[in-house]
């Protein structure tokens, strides 16, 4: 069982920058492909990034390209998920997600664990 948890989130007015964290428990983190997703109000929960086990391969929603950047520390059990250049629309809770290989993937439905998520609110 692998137990996920972000921070990071908050409040920051457009144009900002935040970073989230996503610190993962037991020692197959290494091997697992990781992800973010988020879910604004009243939206379906969407993919944002995912990276596999090196980090050396990344996949971005074309919402975000350009924008957020995901990475990882194998050696720290956490992913990233650094955010430029923020919008009003980035709004919504993020939620980091663990899947049990080692390639990216592109679909919630590959996931097998999920974070609790944490806020992050853009303001115009």
């Known amino acids: 069982q692998v137990q996920l948890v972000e921070s990071g989130g908050g409040l920051v007015q457009a144009g900002g920058s935040l970073r989230l964290s996503c610190a993962a428990s037991?020692?197959?983190?290494?091997?697992?492909?990781m992800g973010w997703f988020r879910q604004a109000p009243g939206k379906e929960r969407e993919l944002v990034a995912t990276?596999?086990?090196?980090?050396?391969?990344?996949y971005y929603a074309d919402s975000v390209k350009g924008r957020f950047t995901i990475s990882r520390d194998n050696a720290k059990n956490t992913v990233y998920l650094q955010m430029n250049s923020l919008k009003p629309e980035d709004t919504a809770v993020y939620y980091c997600?663990?899947?049990?290989?080692?390639?990216?993937?592109?679909?919630?439905?590959?996931?097998?664990?999920w974070g609790q998520g944490t806020q992050v609110t853009v303001s115009s």
């Open positions: 997600a663990a899947r049990r290989e080692i390639g990216i993937f592109f679909s919630q439905d590959k996931v097998n664990y």
């Open positions: 037991g020692r197959a983190f290494g091997t697992y492909a």
């Open positions: 990276i596999n086990w090196t980090g050396g391969s990344t």
